[in-house]
């Protein structure tokens, strides 16, 4: 886990189809036995979506605001099982289209993926908690994950592979947006991070524990001033698994990291290291490697990620015209207000 970054969230997509509210939603006491019908609400080649599922995405949806502390007022409500809906159709219609091809290279990016969002975590045990805690079971999550990454590779193949942006128009973008390109003051550094921070219930540990956690960091230190390998004390001491194994090295710029840690790298010299520097997360020792000054990238070394970004942004561009055409393909149905606010087809 990156410990000084933000946190991506535990399911991590690229298109804006790959929504948090996908079918096989996990069991709540919302969801329990429905006691009213429960009628279609949108119907295509091979597939209806019925009111409950609506509901149950409604529900999830709240849920995950609620965790970023915001709500849905209630009058907002038919808006959002509107969108809901025609994200739940999108996702049928996407997944009915996939290849072969696609299921396996969604398999295998989905295994990635799972494996991505435990690093995000001190623990396995620890992420399965938060799995159980947001309403889903590994299962449930795999499922979901597999789905959304499925229909990412129908987009691929269908949208994004038919767009070729050319040298002469990334070399024009980048001409005309001279200040995309300017990269700010970066620093090169390495640290050892002594957590204070319990693995198991990510609460401050114990102010013995907090000492001895000090007094091991200050001995660690000790040894990087009198010229021991920096990198190897980090792999041997450092508990931050997102650089342990890189020898702690982490290559930022302002406003990427916490700012205790931030301030104090940015204040060293080359090969300097620093005094212990607090942080939530635990006490750290930090050696600058490098200061890249800020400077304009040649157009040669952003070349090939400013074709890949212009791809992207053309690809989003089409999509909404996609879905409407590969929803008139599939026959869809809107059979009740909230698809459109009619019952149009």
Not at 62 to 68: E, F, G, L, S
Not at 100 to 128: N, R
Not at 283 to 302: C, G, M, N, R, S
Request: hydrophobic letters at 35%; aromatic letters at 6%; a neutral charge.
């Amino acid at each position: 886990m990156k410990h000084l970054r933000c946190i991506a969230p535990i399911l991590i997509v690229s298109l804006t189809i790959a929504v948090n509210a996908a079918t096989n939603t996990a069991a709540s006491p919302e969801k329990s036995e429905r006691l009213f019908a429960n009628p279609v609400v949108a119907k295509g080649k091979g597939f209806e979506i019925k009111q409950s599922e609506v509901e149950d995405a409604f529900i999830d949806y709240k849920a995950n605001m609620a965790t970023r502390g915001q709500t849905i007022p209630e009058p907002q409500r038919p808006m959002v099982e509107s969108n809901l809906l025609q994200r739940l159709v999108i996702t049928k219609v996407l997944v009915s289209r996939a290849n072969e091809q696609d299921k396996t290279k969604a398999a295998t990016a989905t295994e990635k993926l799972i494996s991505d969002a435990k690093l995000q975590y001190p623990t396995e045990d620890i992420f399965l908690q938060q799995l159980k805690a947001s309403g889903m079971s590994p299962e449930q999550f795999r499922a979901r994950a597999l789905e959304q990454t499925l229909c990412e590779f129908v987009v691929e193949r269908e949208v994004k592979s038919k767009i070729t942006i050319t040298d002469e128009i990334a070399k024009k973008f980048y001409e005309e947006n001279p200040t995309r390109f300017e990269r700010p003051e970066t620093v090169r550094a390495a640290h050892i991070l002594f957590s204070t921070v319990d693995k198991a219930t990510q609460q401050p540990v114990p102010p013995s524990k907090k000492k001895e956690q000090e007094q091991l960091a200050r001995k660690v230190k000790e040894r990087a001033e009198k010229g021991d390998d920096f990198a190897a004390l980090a792999k041997e001491f450092s508990e931050d698994p997102g650089s342990k194994d890189k020898g702690g090295e982490y290559v930022f710029a302002r406003g990427e990291m916490v700012p205790e840690f931030e301030t104090a790298a940015f204040s060293l010299k080359p090969d300097q290291v620093s005094d212990l520097v607090e942080t939530r997360f635990g006490y750290h020792i930090i050696k600058l490697l490098q200061k890249i000054p800020p400077e304009k990238v040649e157009f040669a070394k952003v070349l090939p990620d400013l074709k890949e970004g212009l791809t992207k942004q053309q690809t989003q561009e089409q999509v909404p015209d996609y879905f409407e055409k590969i929803k008139k393909e599939a026959n869809v149905e809107i059979l009740t207000g909230n698809g459109d606010g009619s019952s149009a087809k």
